[in-house]
């Protein structure tokens, strides 16, 4: 069993800043890959940025490609999403996941545990 807590959203200005983090419970967290994912207001929720177990490996939805960084530290059980350039489209609840299998990184319903969100708000 893996507890996920996300925190670091918040209200921030278009070309702004934020780092969102997800600490993670249990001893086995570097067996997962770890997902970012987002979901906006009447629209589905949409993969973000994924990194492998060991961090060695990491995939972005283009829509976010060089302006987002995920990395992750296994000491501390934690995954981060370094979020820069932030435009008003960006503006979501931000979750994160864990998953079992890289080759589902991309497909929600593959994931075996989520947080519960952080909003993540970007003003005009």
């Known amino acids: 069993q893996v507890q996920l807590v996300e925190s670091g959203g918040g209200l921030v200005q278009a070309g702004g800043s934020l780092r969102l983090s997800c600490a993670a419970s249990g001893r086995t967290f570097s067996s997962y890959a770890m997902g970012w994912f987002r979901q906006a207001p009447g629209k589905e929720r949409e993969f973000v940025a994924a990194?492998?177990?060991?961090?060695?490996?990491?995939s972005y939805a283009d829509s976010v490609k060089g302006r987002f960084t995920i990395f992750r530290d296994n000491a501390r059980n934690t995954v981060y999403l370094q979020m820069n350039s932030l435009k008003p489209d960006d503006t979501a609840v931000y979750y994160c996941?864990?998953?079992?299998?890289?080759?589902?990184?991309?497909?929600?319903?593959?994931?075996?545990?989520w947080g519960q969100g952080t909003q993540v708000t970007v003003s005009a």
């Open positions: 996941a864990a998953v079992g299998s890289w080759l589902a990184i991309r497909t929600p319903s593959k994931y075996d545990y």
């Open positions: 990194v492998s177990g060991y961090g060695g490996t990491t």
